[in-house]
């Protein structure tokens, strides 16, 4: 069972990974995108933190609802409307019923591929989400298959986002939304760990 | 980075403010939300309202084209970031008279999916919302199996039209089909000579020598498709209007509106020397435009360069919605 | 030096070309000059002529001015360098409606000498020429000894009360009176972050290290009063308000027009974000502008920066004239 | 006597001493004005040189004329007027009948003194013009007298042209109209040596 304190902890590992690696995210995106996407995220996990701070008492799903508002709200860009709707689908899907975990980052998953229409092997966050909650269902999620997973999106040529205008120039460089993602589920991670 | 602002994070909020009070006759501001809708309510009462935006540091785009006749509210997102749905929502509500609300999005995974939301949103409302997608960078190879093409300085040539047309009573369907038909003769591409810096970012998007150019850059500092040295004016117009006429197959026997976009630094002097070399190109294959502008109106904040934009009016009516008066700060 | 022309001796024509092709609506070029005359020849007929003019790099000004309810003609110089007795004289013969004509001349050796020179050939052709010598920077000590404060952005509000003015049918006498009342009342003051480059010169007018800003810098890469590092937007504000102040004695009492001016590489951006912070500035002292606007209007090529002109209405018409709505490519 | 063909290898030199130093008087206008003192003068005394050659059989009044048309012109900025109106008043003062250089001289001087209100000291071309005037009458030009009168500008704080709004800063550079004046006198030198 994933509770709302867990939850709340997993979001502010999440936060601060994004407030520490902010340059590098905005660096990764420079080359292949337009240079912002550590400024977006740090905007909206700002946001997230401070909505998170005022809610001590609240469930899973108020949890997950406020995290998706504040990111809806805050961040913009591709990032946002794709993170916000992970967590709205988490907000949902905690709303029917579910505090168990597969099931929950499954429909956040199913959010993201609906909302944004990619695919795995796109060279975008997916490329992190798509192996990460199949491990997560099979139970054997560890920090080596997330920074495969990240890595992978390295010689990739991208399908989706600003990278797809690249053709082949993409490759070689790290996805920054797959390297964002890699950060959320290390979180992940070290939550569970501590558990 | 050398440039007048105060804190980074500061610029969207501080520009907007600046903005609309520097201009009360023509925007003002939906509370608490970086939206801007017409001040003239009046002019839009009975139409169908028009609604784009998208990241800010591409000024006068959008907010300096809301005003009668072209857009009802402009939504600005952060530096090259589109705005949020909840923002662009805002202004949906803020402008919709009953008639309905047409978005006008630029091809960017970011501006299609906050629209999406937005249009969710008012759906939910019962505000009927429909929209368009403008992706007329033909420096891009379009694709089913990319973003597709990037929505650039066209997307200023679709505010006018649509806004021409709604001001004229078009219904929301009307303007649908009426943007579906101009989009395909939307014809862009551009080239840089240096890049714009992101107040939060602190370095330029790229880095050109300097005696080189890129042809096909975006707004946002996106690469191109060439670069190289440094060329005569005559050179670039050779070369812009080559790409564009692979697409469009430029012909006497038919009518063209012209846009040539300063991208932020480059100065009108620069401009309209590219307008007679271009004039000059177009006169040779016989083509005189029918209508042209010459002018920063889809900007990358401070990038020097200069994108050209051919639309073929293919219906005599669009001739006559780019000329419709407006009022407006910009165009 | 990187920039979008062909040879550096060519720009002006080529500009010049570009410029009345683009807009044949709005322009049109006197035969063999580098001079502009308004396309529609009906709206000047009974009335006053307005010419003003000057070096190139200024775009756009001046010829961007032209139109119904504001010049009449514009003459383009070369690069920075006034035009010659000869343009500026086509450009009077051009614009004569037997009611006079009135040139409005920005305050240098150059202009001032060229100016004259045409007033003496016009009026051997019995045309009736008066002139007002706008002299607006006050970055500049006014002294009987020296050539005295430099004309600047200011001038384009000369252009916009004058215009409106002419159009409503003063006479030249009229016009002189207005432009002597109007003239002790505009003020400008600039701060530039980068010099502009003369195409035929190849290297900018002065360096500024990648932090440095410059107050008081004219149009034509003059030095200003004070070179130091740069500071937030609101710093700017307080810098060159104070020096306004100085002169104008800012009271909430009174009527103020604001003129937020780009150099030309200034994104609107900062030129907002300024606006932002002058309004505040303004309103701590209890003043809100009556009239305000926001852009290039009269630029120096690609330099960075933005001159600020106050300009103080202390008769009620003057706001009028400067709504007065006109038909021109620019204002 | 001054004759239309010694006016014409006058006009020559200092057209070709205008080409040559170009640069250099346009890089003396960086500082203290606009930077385009050489590119006017060149763009005036090409199109002079073009004027002149069309001109064979001129009178020295035609000469005149023929150079003062071509720099008011084609030169514009401060220069043009001032020299354009130099070479009309000598137009004028042969008309009259004088083919006297100090007499043909001084009516330029009075009309730059004219037409641009300013005097010896204000560190503008005068301070050239005056001292080499004077010394023409007296009949002691020399090459160290038009280099001291040259040279006299660069202490000088300007009062007329660009060179003014820089007050005390302008001490130190010598004012390029004086030196393109310079240039003038001595292409007369040479003229007159050659006669
Ligand atoms: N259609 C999409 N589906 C999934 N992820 C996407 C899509 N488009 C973009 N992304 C992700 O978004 C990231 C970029 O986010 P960000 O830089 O914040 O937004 P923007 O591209 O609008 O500047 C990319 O690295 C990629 O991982
Ligand atoms: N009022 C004046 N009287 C005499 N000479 C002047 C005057 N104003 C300017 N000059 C001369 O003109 C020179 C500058 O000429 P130029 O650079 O060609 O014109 P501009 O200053 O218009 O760019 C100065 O160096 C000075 O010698
Ligand atoms: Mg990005
Ligand atoms: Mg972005
Ligand atoms: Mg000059
Ligand atoms: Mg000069």
Do not use: C
Request: cysteine-free.
């Amino acid at each position: 069972m994933f509770t709302a304190q867990a939850a709340t902890t997993w979001l502010t590992k999440f936060g601060d990974a994004i407030a520490t690696n902010k340059a590098y995210l905005s660096d990764l995106d420079t080359p292949i995108g337009d240079g912002d996407h550590g400024n977006n995220m740090a905007r909206g996990m700002t946001a997230v933190q401070a909505a998170l701070a005022t809610q001590t008492d609240a469930d899973l799903t108020t949890v997950f609802k406020t995290v998706a508002m504040a990111l809806i709200s805050k961040v913009g860009g591709a990032s946002g409307p794709l993170y916000g709707t992970a967590f709205l689908e988490m907000a949902k899907a905690s709303k029917a019923g579910t505090t168990d975990l597969p099931t929950l980052l499954a429909a956040a998953l199913a959010g993201i591929e609906k909302r944004g229409g990619a695919q795995a092997g796109d060279k975008t966050m997916l490329d992190v989400w798509v192996p990460v909650v199949a491990a997560v269902q099979a139970d054997k999620l560890d920090a080596t298959l997330i920074a495969t997973a990240v890595d992978s999106t390295k010689p990739m040529i991208a399908k989706k986002g600003r990278a797809s205008y690249l053709g082949e120039r993409a490759i070689g460089h790290l996805d920054p939304g797959a390297v964002s993602s890699g950060y959320l589920f290390t979180a992940l991670l070290e939550t569970e760990a501590q558990a | 980075m050398k440039k007048i602002i105060n804190a980074p994070q500061d610029v969207v909020p501080e520009m907007v403010d600046g903005l609309v009070r520097a201009y009360p006759q023509y925007l003002k501001q939906v509370p608490d939300t970086l939206a801007m809708v017409r001040s003239d309510t009046a002019s839009m009462v009975g139409k169908v309202g028009i609604v784009s935006g998208g990241g800010s540091g591409h000024e006068p785009a959008h907010a300096g084209f809301v005003g009668q006749g072209m857009l009802s509210a402009a939504v600005a997102g952060q530096v090259f970031t589109s705005p949020t749905p909840d923002q662009i929502y805002a202004a949906i509500k803020a402008v919709d008279q009953g008639q309905g609300v047409f978005l006008v999005v630029k091809n960017y995974s970011g501006d299609v999916m906050n629209f999406d939301m937005a249009k969710d949103m008012a759906e939910m409302d019962d505000i009927e919302v429909q929209s368009i997608v403008v992706d007329d960078d033909i420096a891009v190879k379009d694709s089913l199996y990319t973003q597709g093409r990037r929505g650039v300085a066209g997307t200023v040539l679709m505010h006018k039209v649509l806004g021409a047309a709604a001001d004229q009573g078009a219904s929301l369907d009307e303007l649908s089909q009426l943007a579906q038909a101009v989009l395909p003769h939307l014809n862009t591409v551009a080239v840089a000579l240096s890049a714009a810096t992101v107040p939060e970012v602190g370095k330029p998007g790229f880095e050109l020598a300097d005696d080189e150019i890129e042809y096909g850059v975006g707004i946002h500092s996106e690469p191109g498709y060439r670069r190289e040295k440094i060329k005569p004016s005559k050179a670039l117009v050779t070369e812009l209007l080559a790409k564009i006429d692979e697409r469009l197959h430029l012909d006497a026997s038919h009518q063209y509106a012209v846009l040539v976009n300063g991208m932020g630094a480059t100065p009108l002097m620069e401009q309209y020397i590219f307008s007679h070399d271009l004039l000059d190109a177009l006169a040779e294959k016989g083509i005189k435009p029918a209508f042209m502008k010459v002018g920063n109106y889809m900007t990358s904040i401070e990038m020097a360069g200069i994108s050209l934009t051919i639309f073929e009016l293919t219906d005599a009516k669009w001739l006559d919605y780019l000329t419709y008066p407006v009022k407006t700060i910009a165009w």
